[in-house]
């Protein structure tokens, strides 16, 4: 005949502390496990200055700026919500579009990317600090002229890119013009119209 089954005693959490706790060991063990020192647990002065604000300057379009930011703040979170120039757009904001590129000491960088304490004393070009006396940028110029641009919204990172990429060199030929433009994406697929656009602003910067 079967013998019938019994039933497994299942061992509670509480029932383990219980037990643990009768012998000597589980004196001395237990209150480590049950409660913790407070003052292991408390935030002592000078040992996390990264969690705290830090006061920075920026050289702006030849500009001095001195503000505080956050360790999260980003410099496209810095330039568009803390100093108002929005020519640089938020469009992924995770460095796939270059639609917030912005100069950094003349290379361009995605600016969704950058935190803002690493730009500390760097100097930093946007679209609005291209233009100069009131005369537009040869690329900014060329790109009215060739409608290098539909929405507009890729427009200022395509030329911010174009900027560092004609200052090194003035003479390029298509490939050169698509090689250092593929880190941008255009949404609305005007392309060519960019590349006439970025050859035609190498034309003028190479005239004396």
């Known amino acids: 005949m079967e013998k019938p089954k019994t039933k497994r005693k299942t061992v509670t959490r509480r029932d383990f502390l219980k037990g643990f706790g009768g012998?000597?060991?589980?004196?001395a063990v237990v209150p480590s496990i049950l409660a913790q020192d407070k003052t292991a647990l408390q935030t002592k002065e000078g040992k996390i200055p990264l969690l705290a604000s830090k006061k920075i300057t920026l050289i702006i379009n030849g500009k001095k700026f001195s503000l505080m930011v956050e360790p999260r703040d980003?410099?496209?979170h810095v330039l568009r919500e803390k100093l108002?120039?929005?020519g640089t757009k938020k469009t992924c904001d995770r460095g796939e579009c270059g639609g917030c590129t912005v100069l950094l000491d003349g290379?361009?960088?995605y600016s969704c990317m950058y935190l803002a304490i690493r730009a500390d004393g760097k100097s930093i070009t946007t679209i609005e600090g291209l233009a100069t006396n009131g005369k537009l940028h040869p690329l900014q110029q060329a790109f009215i002229e060739k409608d290098g641009y539909q929405c507009g919204f890729c427009?200022?990172?395509i030329i911010m890119t174009s900027a560092?990429?004609?200052n090194k060199n003035n003479n390029p030929n298509l490939e050169e013009i698509k090689q250092a433009l593929s880190g941008n994406l255009c949404r609305c697929g005007n392309y060519f119209k960019i590349y006439e656009a970025v050859s035609t602003a190498a034309k003028s910067m190479r005239r004396p």
Do not use: E, I
């Not at 012998?23 to 004196?27: D, K, M, R, S, Y």
């Open 84 to 86: 108002n120039l929005t």
């Open 164 to 166: 560092a990429f004609l």
């Open 74 to 76: 980003t410099l496209l």
């Open 107 to 109: 290379n361009p960088v």
């Open 23 to 27: 012998g000597a060991l589980g004196a």
């Open 155 to 157: 427009t200022p990172g």
